[in-house]
């Protein structure tokens, strides 16, 4: 799976940042995301890490995913998490990247373009329709979140 969307806001691009950079706010307005919670890394590693329990709904079923992820690139106007377990075995990749751009169309309108990127089989075919549809509510929910911050 390998989906790209774009939100544009009514926000600053560095509000808008702020607010995709923080994995934590992502269950308040990405409906994919369901639950993140910062979680403690091994003995001396200082790399932030987060539980993150991904859920999408098929009609009267629903799919439910936990994993570790981590920041692998906050520059500013992007910002990656990705898939990084520690029980030593073989899984598949997520990852969940951000870039932030000024729209051209007046100050205070940003864009964020995300992409979600699944490497497995487990959330392929059917669960299409349930990312579209939480791509496609991603724009409001995120531009309500936006407002509620201010």
Known sequence: MDRAFSA??????DDLYQVVADLGTYPDWLGLVDAVEPIDGPE???????????????GPFARSK???MVRTVDDGHRVRFERRELDGRNHSPWTLAAEVR??????GRSEVR???????SMWSGLLDGALQAAADDATERLQAYLSAAR
């Open 114 to 120: 995300l992409h979600l990127r699944y490497g497995g």
């Open 66 to 68: 936990r994993l570790r």
């Open 44 to 58: 001396g590693d200082v790399e932030p890490a987060w539980s993150v329990t991904l859920r999408a709904r098929i």
């Open 102 to 107: 000024p729209l051209d169309r007046g100050p």
């Open 8 to 13: 544009h806001t009514e926000a600053e691009p």
